[in-house]
């Protein structure tokens, strides 16, 4: 992905997890919405998660970068994969 504003990371991962995760449609998720927190995602669905941003942004998550912080909102996760994207 050539585009690493914010807004264009964050949009596809918002929309990615309303749709796998149902349980967060019912809040109104923003980017700083606290999702480990909000018990809408399990274990398996922080796998899927990460099977997901590596794939759709060809990005390779070290074992570094699966820190709860880095998974707590839209915000961190697209941060993450901008930082990811740029080294």
Do not use: C, W
């Amino acid at each position: 992905m050539q585009d690493l504003s914010l807004d264009h990371v964050q949009q596809p991962i918002k929309g990615y997890m309303q749709e796998r995760f149902p349980a967060l449609q019912r809040l109104d998720l923003d980017s700083a919405t606290e999702l480990l927190q909000s018990n809408a995602i399990d274990s398996l669905g922080l796998l899927e998660l990460i099977a997901y941003i590596e794939e759709t942004f060809d990005v390779a998550l070290d074992d570094d970068d699966l820190s709860p912080e880095n998974f707590d909102s839209i915000d961190r996760i697209a941060r993450l994969v901008i930082a990811k994207q740029t080294r």
